[in-house]
């Protein structure tokens, strides 16, 4: 009986494993480095903390999310209309696919884009700013 119940928790875990998406794994590392700042749902924290859901700023930014996603961001930035200032910490840690997918669930999964990031628009974006440009 133990032989069984450990082949189908062997072939469980190998469905679970196949079920990758970028998206999931970008949920996962939102709730792990962003949600404590920009909340559950992305909305933000009122006039303290700005959304990254329904976002103007995310959307027409899109060329800089993983710049700023790497190495942070501060001064004003409007959102929706509302000054924020304030600083953002860089996530250094992060690869550039954990990056990727990330920002693909921020866009897609938040800001109901339907353009999907891909990696070679993270590197391009990432190689941009260690060079000091944007």
Same mark, same amino acid.
């Given at each position: 009986?133990?032989? $069984?119940?450990?082949? !189908?928790?062997?072939?469980?875990?190998?469905? %679970?494993?196949? @079920? #990758?998406?970028?998206? /999931?794994?970008?949920?996962?590392?939102?709730?792990?480095?962003?949600?404590?700042?920009?909340?559950? $749902?992305?909305?933000? !924290?009122?006039?303290?903390?700005?959304?990254? %859901?329904?976002? @103007? #700023?995310?959307?027409? /930014?899109?060329?800089?999310?993983?710049?700023?996603?790497?190495?942070?961001?501060?001064?004003?930035?409007?959102?929706?209309?509302?000054?924020?200032?304030?600083?953002?910490?860089?996530?250094?840690?992060?690869?550039?696919?954990?990056?990727?997918?990330?920002?693909?669930?921020?866009?897609?999964?938040?800001?109901?884009?339907?353009?999907?990031?891909?990696?070679?628009?993270?590197?391009?974006?990432?190689?941009?700013?260690?060079?000091?440009?944007?």
């Amino acid at each position: 009986m133990s032989k $069984s119940l450990g082949s !189908l928790l062997l072939i469980v875990l190998l469905f %679970a494993a196949c @079920d #990758y998406k970028p998206r /999931n794994q970008g949920r996962v590392l939102y709730e792990r480095n962003c949600q404590s700042c920009h909340m559950e $749902s992305g909305q933000g !924290l009122g006039r303290l903390l700005p959304p990254v %859901a329904n976002a @103007d #700023y995310v959307v027409e /930014n899109r060329a800089e999310l993983a710049c700023i996603i790497r190495h942070g961001i501060s001064g004003p930035i409007e959102v929706n209309g509302v000054a924020y200032e304030g600083e953002m910490e860089g996530n250094l840690q992060l690869t550039d696919v954990e990056i990727n997918n990330l920002v693909h669930y921020i866009l897609v999964d938040l800001n109901d884009q339907k353009e999907h990031y891909v990696i070679g628009e993270v590197r391009e974006q990432l190689v941009k700013c260690s060079q000091g440009g944007k």
